[in-house]
Antibody, heavy 115, light 110 residues
Framework: EVQLVESGGGLVQPGGSLRLSCAASGFTFSSYWMHWVRQAPGKGLVWVSRINNDDSSTTYADSVKGRFTISRDKAKNTLYLQMNSLGAEDTAVYYC????????WGQGTLVTVSS | QAGLTQPPSVSKGLRQTATLTCTGNSNNVGNQGAAWLQQHQGHPPKLLSYRNNNRPSGISERFSASRSGNTASLTITGLQPEDEADYYCSAWDSSLSAWVFGGGTKLTVL
């Protein structure tokens, strides 16, 4: 059974940093493209970032470019999202998504940016 | 980044057919087609179809997708109460070098 379990969310002050993690199991994590997608409360889905299967390429939405960094540790089957210079507009549930076509989704972790 | 355009809401009766639309441009939907996702309240999204009408294992044949030009469509036949959910389309935009989503359509089954 495919499982993606996000962690690391929480309350952070504006300007602060947070690192999200996503533990993957049940599929060949090292062979899959991986994404982060977020959803602000009551709003729609917004793609954030992706990393390709061999980690040679990463892409970011304009809204997070230069502030967020996606990475993974294949030995730990874990995906990461380092988020810096957080603002209120980054408040959302962050989903870890496996597959180039959004095949597998985690349950999400809530990030709240507020003073 | 510009997104795809979906109607905010669609309402149909039980056992009827609903067709949801998703309009983009030649750089996204018109290029590689769209994926469709279903999201029930309080749950993560689930992939329904990709590249226009490829269904992942376990997805009912009642869900079918198509594309005409820059508009993708998701047709749901024999509507059931459990089909009431938010539906999102998504596509890779070659001009933006980014994935884009539609704003979502809330489907109500009457």
């Amino acid at each position: 059974e495919v499982q993606l379990v996000e962690s690391g969310g929480g309350l952070v002050q504006p300007g602060g940093s947070l690192r999200l993690s996503c533990a993957a199991s049940g599929f060949t994590f090292s062979s899959y493209w991986m994404h982060w997608v977020r959803q602000a409360p009551g709003k729609g889905l917004v793609w954030v970032s992706r990393i390709n299967n061999d980690d040679s390429s990463t892409t970011y939405a304009d809204s997070v470019k230069g502030r967020f960094t996606i990475s993974r540790d294949k030995a730990k089957n874990t995906l990461y999202l380092q988020m810096n210079s957080l603002g209120a507009e980054d408040t959302a549930v962050y989903y870890c998504v496996g597959g180039s076509l959004f095949d597998y989704w985690g349950q999400g972790t809530l990030v709240t940016v507020s003073s | 980044q510009a997104g795809l355009t979906q109607p905010p809401s669609v309402s149909k009766g039980l056992r009827q057919t609903a067709t949801l639309t998703c309009t983009g441009n030649s750089n996204n939907v018109g290029n590689q087609g769209a994926a469709w996702l279903q999201q029930h309240q309080g749950h993560p999204p689930k992939l329904l179809s990709y590249r226009n009408n490829n269904r992942p294992s376990g997805i009912s044949e009642r869900f079918s997708a198509s594309r005409s030009g820059n508009t993708a469509s998701l047709t749901i036949t024999g509507l059931q109460p459990e089909d009431e959910a938010d539906y999102y389309c998504s596509a890779w935009d070659s001009s933006l070098s980014a994935w884009v989503f539609g704003g979502g359509t809330k489907l109500t089954v009457l």
